[in-house]
Structure formats: structure tokens, C-alpha cells
């Protein structure tokens, strides 16, 4: 991207901000990366890109936790449901 042209945006139409991190799950900027994307420079859109794959990995680690959580709960029995 070096050709002076602006990178398009990350966009991938899933648009729902993690209640933790203040990331779109889909693009993985902020709402304030979101709406200002059409007025930044080729430069800001790079930076913001360049940031995006440790932000990925970020979402991607506390959400493996979150299933793992969510997957041992899954099995356990709930009080109400064990037999008499």
C-alpha cells in the first residue's frame, strides 16, 4: 500500500462492538475509528489496519475463554435437574 492510494476499509459487515474491549467484533476498530474512517488520511488508515491483527488476537483470547467457560458450565448439571 505504499502507492499512495487509501487501504479501503476493514469492514466485513459485522458490526457489533464487544461490551469489553469497545471493538467491532467484525472489523475490530473502535466506534470512534469507525466514524471517522471516511475522513482520516491514508496514512491514519494504515495505522489503524497495522493495529488490527493484535486487536484480533486479543478478541480471540478472551472469547476462547469465554466459550471454554461457557462449554464447562454446559456440563454441569444444574441442581434442579439432578435425579432425586
Same mark, same amino acid.
Given at each position: 500500500m505504499s502507492d499512495g492510494r487509501a487501504p479501503v476499509s476493514p469492514c466485513i459487515g459485522v458490526c457489533t462492538l464487544d461490551s469489553v474491549s469497545g471493538y467491532c467484533r467484525g472489523c475490530r476498530r473502535t466506534i470512534e %475509528?469507525? &466514524?471517522a474512517w471516511p475522513r482520516l488520511?491514508?496514512? =491514519?488508515? @494504515? @495505522? /489503524? /489496519? &497495522? &493495529?488490527l491483527?493484535? @486487536?484480533?488476537? #486479543?478478541? %480471540?483470547?478472551?472469547? &476462547?475463554?469465554?466459550?471454554?467457560? @461457557? =462449554? #464447562?458450565r454446559s456440563k454441569e448439571i444444574s441442581p434442579w435437574m439432578k435425579p432425586p
Open positions: %475509528e469507525i &466514524a488520511d491514508a496514512t =491514519a488508515k @494504515r @495505522r /489503524i /489496519i &497495522a &493495529a491483527q493484535g @486487536r484480533e488476537v #486479543a478478541l %480471540e483470547t478472551r472469547h &476462547a475463554g469465554t466459550n471454554q467457560e @461457557r =462449554a #464447562a
